[in-house]
């Protein structure tokens, strides 16, 4: 079956250092990979996804993530947080065999930059 | 070019009444999808359609939910006779294809509550 983890359910970073949002996977076949960000009483934006090629994808907003396919994993980063980057982060997969073409969402990860 | 529309933003239903929730996709997208999120929980999926056909409505209740896309027309989500549990966010995606590599396009979300 195919599935999301985001270990952390809050992460918090000062304002200019570097922020990590964890998340792992599970999936049968190749993964589709997509972070998205939720703020308060909105739905969600796209920020990047990894379907094929380089192992860093970059995305919107000045975040990357990298694919790992030895730790099943497929962190977001960002070199330099903002205050305006407090938000829920969802991570989520698609793909593997037998599914439909829905998401699989991590639990989110709460995320505040500490000015 | 708008976004996914999805009204009412909120709805308050009192036990056992009806709750309808109307999505428009984005124009040029045919696919569509209904999730739902509790408080803490990361979004289910519920049931994926195209214009006047249900795809996968693996994640949907079997009783009391229902979808529809027709040819004209918003996507509809009905809810009879609801209960508190059904109190959560519905949001609403759309794609342009049913490819696996696609971001889906998420609505801001209708806010259900049951009274």
């Known amino acids: 079956a195919q599935s999301v983890a985001q270990p952390e359910d809050q992460v918090n970073v000062a304002e200019g250092n570097p922020l990590t949002v964890k998340c792992t996977y599970s999936?049968?076949?190749?993964?589709?990979l997509f972070w998205y960000v939720q703020y308060p009483n909105r739905g969600l934006q796209f920020l990047l996804k990894?379907?094929?090629?380089?192992?860093l994808v970059k995305g919107s907003y000045g975040f990357e993530a990298e694919f790992n396919k030895s730790q099943t994993s497929f962190h977001l980063k960002k070199p330099s947080a903002l205050v305006s980057d407090s938000a829920l982060y969802f991570c989520?997969?698609?793909?593997?065999?037998?599914?439909?073409?829905?998401?699989?969402f991590g639990t989110g990860t709460s995320l505040t930059v500490i000015p | 070019n708008a976004g996914v529309m999805q009204n009412p933003r909120h709805l308050v239903r009192r036990r056992g009444q009806e709750a309808r929730l109307r999505c428009s996709p984005m124009?040029?997208?045919?696919?569509v999808y209904w999730y739902r999120q509790l408080p803490e929980e990361g979004l289910k999926f519920m049931v994926y359609l195209q214009k006047e056909n249900i795809i996968d409505e693996s994640g949907m209740p079997k009783e009391r939910f229902s979808a529809e896309f027709p040819k004209e027309g918003p996507s509809i989500l009905r809810i009879q006779q609801v209960v508190r549990g059904d109190s959560a966010a519905y949001f609403c995606?759309?794609?342009?294809?049913?490819?696996?590599?696609?971001?889906?396009?998420f609505g801001p979300g209708t806010r259900l509550t049951v009274t």
């Open positions: 124009k040029g997208h045919s696919h």
């Open positions: 990894y379907i094929t090629g380089d192992n």
């Open positions: 989520a997969v698609r793909g593997g065999k037998n599914t439909g073409n829905q998401f699989y």
């Open positions: 995606a759309s794609s342009p294809s049913t490819g696996l590599s696609y971001e889906q396009y």
């Open positions: 999936v049968s076949g190749n993964p589709y």
